[in-house]
């Protein structure tokens, strides 16, 4: 009987020696950390995990009294892990839609052109303008498309935000092509404006994402 009392208590204080195993104290909190750090039963990564759900504890007005600093991490360690896991699926369910539109249409700009105010021409504003094309590859005509592209330089560095460019005032039959200008207003203030302005048009590079296609048949991909 001495023997497993003796074997208890040596689990006790082995579980007591081990800082993360401590009640959550603001008070001592530097203190106990400190100890933590110096047992190097955390790594930084765990270090940064606590801090961060520390202070959304704090935002939330949550109570952590009742937990211990292991608590408290595998908490965090959880809901990083979820947060991982829900990123990692909306990523792939991005590319998934992204590849289908990419079976249904093709999109893609052909030539630039930077279009000066004319008030004798009744230009009022400065404008880039974009030459593109739209292929339909699907065995329906389109007659209406929500385009989104991104511009980047020979850095591979994007200028500017998300440009929109939407098909509505035509129709683009099974198999065909269409061909248009897109104008985007220009701001002499904005540097990225500038830069799209001035720039060779075979030193840029276009992202496209469909999100949106509107059949004539009244059916919707996206």
Partial sequence: MKK???????????????????????????????????????????AGL?????????????????KTYQDILDEAKKYKAEEDALAEK???????????MKNAITVTIFGKDFIKSD?????????????YAIENKSGKEIKAAKIKFKIYNSLGDQL?????????????????RYQNQAGFSYNQFKDDDTKIASAKFEDLMFDFD??????????VLE
């Avoid at 606590?50 to 009742?66: C, H, I, P, Q, V």
């Avoid at 500017?160 to 065909?176: C, E, K, N, S």
């Avoid at 469909?210 to 059916?219: F, H, N, Q, R, T």
């Fill in 4 to 46: 497993i009392i003796f074997g208890a208590m040596l689990l006790v204080l082995a579980s007591c020696s081990n800082p993360a195993d401590r009640k959550y104290n603001e008070t001592t909190m530097s203190e106990d950390l400190k100890d933590i750090a110096e047992s190097k039963d955390w790594n930084e990564s765990d």
């Fill in 90 to 100: 909306a990523k792939k369910d991005a590319e998934v839609r992204k590849q289908k």
């Fill in 160 to 176: 500017g935000d998300d440009f929109v460019m939407d098909f509505t005032d035509d129709r683009i039959a099974a198999g065909a």
């Fill in 50 to 66: 606590f801090a961060g759900w520390l202070m959304r504890a704090k935002f939330k007005g949550e109570s952590l009294d009742s």
């Fill in 119 to 131: 008030w004798e021409k009744g230009v009022t504003d400065d404008y880039n303008v974009f030459d």
């Fill in 210 to 219: 469909v999100e949106k296609i509107v059949y004539s048949d009244g059916s």
